[in-house]
């Protein structure tokens, strides 16, 4: 967890408003989604400039198979068509990927290019990017509590946390949305406990650098009190650390 004034070492964001981006240029979905993978890839790069240990995108959600089978094929195609294309320059930027989500329901073809870029970018520490795809959040506390159940271990929040899809990286220091609505959408539930929000009206085509530097300056203006009293964070008692 990043106490205030410092950089978010963890962003999440909900990358929405790719139709309507669309829509507005009477152009298919898909297009906006290609676009949107053009603003993932800018948001990339910008996150390594900043030093932003963790990067986590939500680029398919549980209930995204509700959608037009021919936006939800398109959504399958462009994940494994942008993997070949940009896992080789993530592997020279030390970006290190991970897919968080259910992999049940995902084609032999999606698993098989997931695995191979996990697998490729392992060695990297520079930006954890963790893509949620056939994710919610719902979905991971509860397979975190079946995982725990079959085995016979006690429901306790450390272990759930332990169980989680997420738990190889810190809870997230500053969730973004764009598209203007103001909601989580089943992304990261439980890991967003103590995260600061920023909600931005740009579609997520449009979200660039000058946005992501507004998001990480609001959330330098915040103060992280973690239930604790703004005097106890200002000036914490013998023993007692800031955060
Ligand atoms: C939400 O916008 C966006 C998605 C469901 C897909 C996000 C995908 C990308 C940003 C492209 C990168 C893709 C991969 C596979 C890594 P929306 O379609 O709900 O927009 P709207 O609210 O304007 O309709």
């Known amino acids: 967890m990043t106490p205030s004034g410092g950089l978010p070492q963890h962003i999440a964001i909900v990358m929405d408003g790719n139709g309507r981006w669309a829509t507005k240029r009477f152009l298919p979905r898909l297009a906006g989604h290609r676009q949107g993978m053009e603003s993932l890839r800018r948001c990339i790069r910008a996150c390594l ?18 959608r037009p089978a021919d936006e939800v094929s398109g959504l399958m195609e462009l994940l494994v068509t942008a993997l070949a294309k940009e896992v080789p ?3 020279k930027d030390g970006v290190r990927l991970h897919f968080v989500g259910d992999r049940a329901g ?3 073809k999606v698993c098989t290019g997931l695995d191979q870029a996990e697998l490729a970018t392992a060695a990297n520490s520079k930006l954890i990017l963790n893509v949620c795809f056939n994710y919610g959040g719902r979905w991971d506390i509860a397979q ?5 159940a079959a085995q016979g271990q006690p429901i306790t929040e450390m272990a759930l946390h332990q169980a989680m899809a997420m738990a190889h990286v810190p809870d997230p220091d500053l969730i973004i949305r764009t598209g203007g609505e103001l909601r989580l959408s089943n992304f990261l539930l439980w890991q967003a406990a103590y995260a600061e929000l920023f909600f931005s009206d740009k579609l997520w085509p449009d979200f660039d650098e000058a946005e992501l530097d507004r998001a990480i300056s609001e959330f330098n203006r915040r103060e992280r009190r973690y239930g604790q009293t703004s005097d106890q964070v200002v000036s914490p008692g013998p023993g007692q650390k800031a955060a």
């Open 49 to 66: 400039e900043r030093q932003v240990g963790v990067l986590t995108v939500f680029a398919f959600s549980s209930e995204n198979w509700n």
């Open 89 to 91: 320059q993530l592997l």
């Open 106 to 108: 995902l084609s032999d």
């Open 144 to 148: 975190a509590a079946a995982r725990l």
